[in-house]
């Protein structure tokens, strides 16, 4: 299985990225798959999550900001980033969650460095 992120960048507050987790090895419609994020001294956080029913959460700094979606004909989950601020500066990773292990992301993208200026 492998996951791979792109579409980080260096952009301007106010702006948009659009990040994507394609996968091989693993149809992405059949498992639950997130985006987490990861600044340098400090601990990893949730960013949002599209389980295999369509369903989608995300963490309360990027509601109404962020949006993911899946495309299961590319088997690829997409992270549409709008209105981005200095705070969202992170390297973004995409991963999938067991089947047989609730909870824990057992196969995980190699990131890609989301930059935002002020």
């Known amino acids: 299985v492998q996951l791979q992120a792109s579409g980080g960048g260096l952009v301007q507050a106010g702006g948009s990225l659009r990040l994507s987790c394609a996968a091989s090895?693993?149809?992405?419609?059949?498992?639950?798959t997130a985006w987490f994020r990861q600044d340098p001294g400090k601990d990893r956080e949730f960013v949002a999550g599209?389980?295999?029913?369509?369903?989608?959460a995300y963490a309360d700094p990027v509601k109404g900001r962020f949006a993911i979606s899946r495309d299961n004909a590319k088997n690829t989950v997409y992270l549409q980033m709008n209105s981005l601020k200095p705070e969202d500066t992170a390297v973004y990773y995409c991963?999938?969650?067991?089947?047989?292990?609730?909870?824990?992301?057992?196969?995980w993208g190699q990131g890609t460095q989301v930059t935002v200026s002020s």
């Open positions: 991963a999938t969650e067991s089947e047989s292990r609730p909870g824990e992301y057992d196969y």
């Open positions: 090895g693993r149809t992405l419609s059949r498992y639950n």
């Open positions: 599209v389980k295999w029913t369509g369903r989608t």
